[in-house]
């Protein structure tokens, strides 16, 4: 299943403004506190789906789309989450591009080369599971 955020807060903001909550089978919201929205049929059902709508308000999706958009661009691998994993995969190769006065400069480039294939990994990685989800 896809998330369609982008649609999500389109709907958010445009519904009906303010705190929403449920009188029985009935949505209430907004600063006049109209009735957005009333269930008829099975009473329990009813009440059930009426505290649900009122749950899952215009504010609180609203807030849910801005926390997953901060969670995926955290998950972007940042230069030191890379340099962290290549010092653990590849101790010595990146002890040595740092410190070495004779060979530096050769393995600092070799260590940046890897730096930029465990990105390119680590992105096709995410891109995979994406496509799964």
Aim: proline residues 4%; aromatic residues 6%.
């Amino acid at each position: 299943m896809t998330i369609k955020l982008d649609e999500l807060e389109r709907l958010a903001k445009a519904a009906t403004p303010g705190e929403w909550s449920n009188t029985f089978a009935h949505i209430i919201g907004g600063p006049n506190r109209r009735l957005i929205a009333d269930l008829f049929g099975d009473e329990q059902i009813d009440h059930d789906n009426a505290a649900y709508i009122a749950a899952a308000n215009p504010a609180a999706i609203l807030a849910l789309v801005a926390e997953v958009r901060a969670l995926r661009a955290d998950a972007e691998p940042t230069d030191e989450m890379i340099r962290t994993a290549l010092a653990i995969q590849w101790p010595a190769l990146y002890r040595d591009g740092l410190y070495s006065e004779h060979d530096g400069e050769r393995l600092r480039a070799e260590t940046e080369r890897r730096i930029a294939m465990m990105r390119r990994q680590y992105l096709a990685m995410r891109s995979a599971r994406k496509e799964k989800a």
